[in-house]
């Protein structure tokens, strides 16, 4: 959710920043709020540009049986702004 929200798709904030991890899974407090480390897989974590990181993990949390054109178009201009060999290193082979 924290993706979408910093690439202007949600106006929801999170409560609890969660990040995924290809390490171990915790929970840490520093103090009232919680940091997540979730456990995934390393071809979650394979890019390398940030605007694109946001939007892989941004259209995962939405779904594609539920993006809209809007988003769609959102996530376009956003990347048109990420580095092209970060976007193409991205691509799935």
């Keep these: 959710m924290l993706a979408e929200n910093l690439l202007g798709l949600s106006t929801q904030?999170?409560?609890k920043r969660i990040y995924l991890t290809d390490g171990s899974p915790r929970k840490l407090q520093i103090g009232n709020g919680a940091v997540i480390f979730k456990k995934t897989?390393?071809?979650n974590l394979a890019s390398k540009g940030k605007i694109s990181t946001l939007v892989i993990q941004a259209l995962k949390?939405?779904?594609k049986d539920r993006v809209t054109d809007y988003e769609i178009e959102k996530v376009i201009?956003?990347?048109k702004r990420e580095n092209p060999k970060y976007i193409c290193?991205?691509?799935k082979k």
């Design 41 to 43: 897989s390393p071809k």
């Design 13 to 15: 904030v999170p409560a």
């Design 61 to 63: 949390s939405i779904r």
């Design 77 to 79: 201009n956003h990347l």
């Design 89 to 91: 290193h991205s691509k």
